[in-house]
């Protein structure tokens, strides 16, 4: 019923900063709350960042103070700015929707498909 497909991965140096895009379609961006997820070699899934339907949001401790999750919904677009990229950030990032808005992955019921997020030391 959602569709959505993240953008804006690469590589970076420790330090530097990208932003990550996902694109949302199929159903009303506005209704639901999303969240950025990130999964790394050897580690489960786990919550970066989400952001509730009226733009309340929260983090993982790991990146408060470095990443800031926003979102368009005029354009149907979710953004999460990193900055201050440390080689532990490396992971492979995925945006989800859902209905709840929780750091639980199961509160999310659409997933992109990911983006490579490398950061060199």
């Known amino acids: 019923q959602v569709r959505l497909v993240e953008s804006g991965g690469g590589l970076v140096q420790a330090g530097g900063s990208l932003r990550l895009s996902c694109a949302a379609s199929?159903?009303?961006?506005?209704?639901?709350?999303m969240g950025w997820f990130r999964q790394a070699p050897g580690k489960e899934r786990e919550f970066v960042a989400g952001?509730?339907?009226?733009?309340?949001?929260n983090y993982a401790d790991s990146v408060k103070g470095r990443f800031t999750i926003s979102r368009d919904n005029a354009k149907n677009i979710l953004y999460l700015q990193m900055n201050e990229l440390k080689p532990e950030d490396t992971s492979v990032y995925y945006c989800?929707?859902?209905?709840?808005?929780?750091?639980?992955?199961?509160?999310?019921?659409?997933w992109g498909q990911g983006t490579q997020v490398t950061v060199s030391s």
């Open positions: 199929g159903r009303t961006f506005s209704t639901y709350n």
């Open positions: 989800a929707a859902g209905p709840y808005g929780d750091n639980s992955a199961e509160a999310y019921d659409y």
């Open positions: 952001i509730r339907r009226f733009g309340s949001t």
